[in-house]
């Protein structure tokens, strides 16, 4: 029972550490959306966890379009993300050729390993577009931390960074002073 006690600690220390990795260096931007490359995403892993796999499972059919799902162990622990094949606007590609699936199984395994915590902040928010913009920000900040809030913040619009200037800037004041935050 230690055991088992020990390893869930570890496994949520490490997801703890690794969900506040400033990752934003390598953050790359696709139409409004901000995402971390696979390529990227997979270096950072395996200088973490350098006996980390990850596998592809077969893609799901939903009418004309198509779902794709990987599994990524890392850290004693298997964490799977799944990922409808999409364009630049997030939108189902309809009929997917090869190319539009394989650059979706390469999204899908950068997700699969922010589900580990790397660059997790970067989808923060993503699904919670209808929230007030002033309530995300907030709830971001508290839960991720400046990084995160500034992730979220990158995708707003500019009318929802309006009304999020006033707590941006109270930030950046707090943030030690400086206007880096």
Known sequence: MYTMVYRKEKIMNK???LRTLDVSQYIEKKGQFNYLSWAHAVDILLKEDPS????Y????NFSDSLMVFCSVTAFGKTM???????????QAIKNPDAMQVNTAMQRCLAKAIALHGIGLYIYQGEDLVDLDPLDLIKNVYE??????ARAVYN?????????CAEFIDQIRKDSNGTENG
Request: cysteine-free.
């Open 80 to 90: 799977t993300a799944q990922l409808p094949v999409m364009n630049y606007k997030n």
């Open 52 to 55: 980390a796999t990850w596998i």
């Open 57 to 60: 499972h077969e893609p799901m």
């Open 15 to 17: 997801f703890k550490e």
């Open 143 to 148: 839960t991720q931390g400046i990084e995160g």
């Open 155 to 163: 995708k707003m619009d500019n009318e929802a960074r309006a009304a």
